[in-house]
């Protein structure tokens, strides 16, 4: 089973984790203002991320480890990257 592992940032709670699996991620996710755009369609990424879903207003999909899918909020990006 895969697992969705999704990196945000909140004023008062800084940079938090939430993880959701494939029977949940979909409805989690647009209830939290991030709904599915598209599948990914990069045929130059790690088998697991083929095909995975994409989601409003977080980047990703990203190979974070065996069956773990990694999405993150652009402030949290910015963050991690600098």
Same mark, same amino acid.
Request: aromatic content about 14%; cysteine-free; proline content about 5%.
């Given at each position: /089973? &895969?697992?969705?592992?999704? !990196? #945000? =940032?909140? *004023?008062?709670?800084? /940079?938090? &984790?939430?993880?959701?699996?494939? *029977?949940n991620?979909?409805? @989690?996710?647009?209830v #939290?203002?991030? +709904?599915? &755009?598209? =599948?990914?369609?990069?045929?130059?990424?790690?088998?697991?991320?083929?095909?995975? +879903?994409?989601f @409003?207003?977080?980047?990703? +999909? /990203?190979?974070?480890?065996?069956? !773990?899918? #990694?999405? *993150?909020? +652009?402030? !949290?990006? #910015?963050?991690?990257? @600098?």
């Amino acid at each position: /089973m &895969t697992t969705y592992r999704v !990196v #945000r =940032f909140h *004023e008062e709670l800084g /940079m938090y &984790t939430e993880e959701f699996t494939d *029977e949940n991620v979909y409805a @989690a996710l647009e209830v #939290r203002g991030h +709904p599915f &755009t598209k =599948f990914n369609d990069s045929k130059h990424q790690h088998d697991l991320i083929k095909n995975a +879903p994409k989601f @409003a207003g977080l980047l990703g +999909p /990203m190979y974070d480890g065996e069956d !773990v899918i #990694r999405y *993150e909020s +652009p402030e !949290v990006y #910015r963050a991690l990257s @600098a």
